[in-house]
């Protein structure tokens, strides 16, 4: 059994208590274990410069606004408008015939750190599930369309997850380079 890594990308330097939100994450990721017949462990780590080796499962980026989306507006193409009130974005799409997969979060609605922690898992499911809004958010919990700390997280939220994790998609790993 290996370890499942997260990787929270930080390429514009935002200043917060990492140590905190890292094992937050992981809080909100263990339960999903439970589910895998891969992994019985989860890291996750930050980074705010490209790491010389990528070496992780999933990768979340942090970026202050929907200007500044990389996963949205750098990868997959949209304008800043189409993203407006968006709290997090996750695209894929076929790079040299892989399948690749950016998510990314937006901070300025998101406070706190369990804030963040929420809206890094619910782009993580679109990730990791691969399933557009329409796909996904009709499951309620932790995938549903508007999710804050009194969401309610449902175990099915968890076993979905967790039986996905053993086949990832490579993850995006332009954010670094794109973000200015
Ligand atoms: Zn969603």
């Known amino acids: 059994m290996s370890t499942f890594r997260i990787l929270l990308a930080n390429p514009y330097a935002f200043q917060q208590n990492w140590q905190e939100q890292v094992e937050d994450v992981k809080t909100m990721f ?6 895998s017949s891969k992994y019985s462990g ?4 930050s980074e705010y410069v490209q790491p010389a080796s990528f070496d992780c499962d999933l990768c979340v980026y942090f970026v202050p606004d929907v200007d500044r989306s990389l996963v949205g507006i750098q990868f997959a193409g949209y304008e800043a408008s189409e993203l407006a009130g968006s709290d997090g974005v996750t695209e ?9 997969v950016g998510s990314e979060i937006f901070l300025d609605n ?7 922690s ?7 499911m679109h990730n990791i599930l691969r399933k557009n809004n ?3 958010h009709k499951h309620g919990g932790l995938a ?8 309610k997280r449902k175990a099915a939220n968890d076993k979905k997850m967790g039986q996905a994790i053993g086949n990832m998609a ?11």
């Open 144 to 151: 549903g369309g508007e999710i804050n700390e009194d969401t």
């Open 30 to 35: 263990d339960p999903i274990l439970k589910y």
């Open 92 to 100: 894929g799409k076929m790079v040299d015939g892989r399948l690749v």
């Open 170 to 180: 490579a993850q995006w790993e332009g954010g670094f380079a794109a973000a200015p």
């Open 134 to 136: 329409a796909q996904l």
């Open 42 to 45: 989860i890291r996750v780590r």
């Open 118 to 124: 929420l809206i890094v898992y619910h782009e993580a």
């Open 110 to 116: 998101l406070r706190t750190v369990r804030q963040r």
